[in-house]
């Protein structure tokens, strides 16, 4: 009997987190989209809030997220923080992306490379990386890094403990990042 009223659990706190760490605004747009499609066939409220789960896991593309912490490994055994700090970003600033509110942004030695012999680039070099942490006051919410790999870039974004929330090539980060240089938004190529 007493086993009856103990209390049930919630999953872990990390759970929870890691979804409200989604950048807000495109995500909701492109969840609404899939489940008003599918609960206009399929009325009940059981299946609405099953439907909405399933939504939410789908536009949320976490499609590589092994090769998302092998990157996480490779980054942090490589010091990222004693990298070169991006062109405009030399110290910590505020943030123009919508899911943090300042930022430190640093390039690995390819990409200072490539800014340094100054000569005019139409895309960046393979092997190119860039690193971004995003603060909310002095604690770090996200981690977020693309790599100019042989197929073009790769995308991740991860929570503080460094668990992918998206990998591969999302499209929330490709849509967004379209207008960049070779999609690099904070800063363009050599003059
Ligand atoms: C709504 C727009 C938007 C979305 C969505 C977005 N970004 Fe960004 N991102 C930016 C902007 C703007 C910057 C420039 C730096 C800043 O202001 O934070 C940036 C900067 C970056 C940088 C530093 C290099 C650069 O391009 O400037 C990385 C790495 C990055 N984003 C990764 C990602 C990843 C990974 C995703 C997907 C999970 C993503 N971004 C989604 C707007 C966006």
């Not at 605004?25 to 809030?49: A, D």
């Not at 006051?137 to 042989?150: F, H, L, W």
Request: with cysteine; net charge negative; hydrophobic share 40%.
């Amino acid at each position: 009997m007493l086993a009856d009223r103990a209390p049930t659990f919630r999953p872990d706190g990390a759970i929870l987190r890691r979804s409200e760490a989604l950048p807000a605004k495109p995500t909701r747009v492109c969840c609404v989209s899939l489940v008003m499609g599918v609960r206009s066939r399929i009325p009940g409220l059981l299946l609405f809030v099953l439907v909405v789960g399933a939504a939410v896991a789908a536009c949320r593309q976490n499609d590589a997220p092994e090769a998302a912490t092998a990157l996480w490994d490779r980054v942090h055994a490589a010091s990222f923080r004693t990298w070169r700090r991006a062109p405009g970003y030399e110290q910590r600033r505020s943030s123009n992306a919508p899911h943090s509110n300042d930022v430190d942004i640093y390039v690995n030695p390819t990409l200072a490379a490539a800014l340094d012999a100054q000569r005019p680039l139409t895309a960046w070099p393979e092997g190119s990386l860039i690193v971004k942490e995003g603060f909310d006051g002095n604690e770090r919410e996200i981690v977020a890094m693309m790599e100019k790999r042989a197929d073009g870039w790769f995308w991740a974004e991860y929570d503080d403990d460094g668990e992918p929330l998206y990998s591969g090539k999302p499209d929330i980060c490709t849509d967004c990042h379209a207008s960049g240089a070779d999609s690099v938004r904070a800063f363009g190529f050599p003059k």
